[in-house]
């Protein structure tokens, strides 16, 4: 059974790119595991800080837990870099813990993609800082980033 493609495929333009970058962000956002893993291939692997993880199973999984200890979840993305079928990221979200500490993580990604414009691998290196409520950005309302918030860049993360 051949799977689904996710569109835009490989080779990238720079606005393909930023395309998978901004639906990456918001599949994330919106906290839904499973429905994430369908952005990965079936055989997808993972490295993200010092755990691997290999398959969509796995996958869901993984981010069944972040989601469940990362409280108030949001996350902004920002192209770094791409070719044919490689994509470079990064990041910053922000999460409360369940003793109420506020966290700031910052990284970068790396992804390639299949011919279905799956993703295939992805490399993220992640670093936490706590932080003061009062110094959270990410402060939109909905799980959505809203096209008009500012960039990480343009927040000077």
Known sequence: MQEEKRLPLP????????TKVRMAENGWNNKDAQ???????????????NIFLK????IVTFLEQKY???????LCKELWAYTDNKIAVRFAYEWKDNKGQWWRSYGNENWEFDENGLMQTRYASI??????????K??????????DYASLSEMGL
């Open 127 to 136: 670093n936490d800082v706590a932080i003061n409520e009062k110094d959270r």
């Open 11 to 18: 080779p990238f333009s720079k606005e393909d790119a930023i």
């Open 138 to 147: 990410f402060l939109w309302e909905d799980n959505l980033r809203p096209d």
């Open 55 to 58: 398959g969509r199973d796995e």
């Open 68 to 74: 469940a200890k990362e409280l108030e979840y949001k």
């Open 35 to 49: 429905k994430i893993s369908m952005a990965y291939s079936k055989d997808s692997l993972w490295r993200n800080r």
